[in-house]
Nanobody, 120 residues
Framework: QVQLVESGGGLVQAGGSLRLSCLAS????????MAWYRQAPGKQRELVAS???????NYANSVKGRFTISRDNTKNTAYLQMDSLKPEDTAVYYC??????????????WGQGTQVTVSS
């Protein structure tokens, strides 16, 4: 079984920064794509950013130039550096990972979410 644990959320003023971390633990053979999603009240969950094991990144248009996703493969950890935060970035942020627990298996896992609140 694989667990994803997010940390780093909180309350910040508009224009401020936060850094989210996502640690994957458990039975892990390899981690393929790691991603951050967010869900605001009354809205659907949306992809914020993703990163492959080789470091290829992808961002939602709404966060390009403000957010940076990275990962440390030696620590099974992904990060989301969020700068120039806006009130519309307020949401619960979820870590997502595509993991092989064994060489022949592959499953998608979700963290429990961390709240990010940006005040105006």
């Amino acid at each position: 079984q694989v667990q994803l644990v997010e940390s780093g959320g909180g309350l910040v003023q508009a224009g401020g920064s936060l850094r989210l971390s996502c640690l994957a633990s458990g039975t892990i053979f390899s981690i393929h794509v790691m991603a951050w999603y967010r869900q605001a009240p009354g809205k659907q969950r949306e992809l914020v950013a993703s990163i492959t094991s080789g470091g290829t990144t992808n961002y939602a248009n709404s966060v390009k130039g403000r957010f940076t996703i990275s990962r440390d493969n030696t620590k099974n950890t992904a990060y989301l550096q969020m700068d120039s935060l806006k009130p519309e970035d307020t949401a619960v942020y979820y870590c997502n990972a595509d993991v092989s627990a064994r060489s022949w298996s592959r499953s998608t896992y979700w963290g429990q979410g961390t709240q990010v609140t940006v005040s105006s």
